[in-house]
């Protein structure tokens, strides 16, 4: 397996792994717009990880610096393994890479928002070893 930054040719294999995360079908033409946004962030990292050429995982990193740590923060936005290459550590993989890009990016710590409804990924990232320690708030406004 390997894991590298994402590439404008990896948006469809991309849509496709996140489509089976939501569970939906999404709009294609409005993910593709926002993925070419994501894909020229400075801020946002995609990697994907793949075998045999094929992407089987996505995971997207944010790393931001934040006035209350004094120091840059990386968090997983979004992680998603497609469901026929689950259970073989490749979410594991894609994370240990992240962490290791964020210590290189001199992040203090490592952080992500997951569903209240999923409790394998709950799991997975305690597996990690991270540790539940702030609540997300959240407000629909549009």
Known sequence: MKIRKANRSDCKEIFKIINEL???????????????????????????AEIDGQIVGTLNLRIEPQLHHMANVAEVIELAVDPNYRNQKIGSKLF?????????????????????????????????????????LTKKIG
Do not use: P, W
């Open 22 to 48: 939501e569970y939906n079908t999404l709009n294609y033409s409005k993910f593709k717009k926002i993925f070419d946004l994501l894909i020229d962030s400075k801020i946002l990292t995609m990697f994907v």
């Open 96 to 136: 240990t890479h992240a962490v290791e890009y964020a210590k290189n990016k001199d992040c203090f710590v490592i952080d992500v928002s997951s569903n209240i409804k999923r409790k394998d990924a709950h799991r997975f990232y305690q597996h990690q070893g991270m540790e539940i320690t702030h609540y997300t």
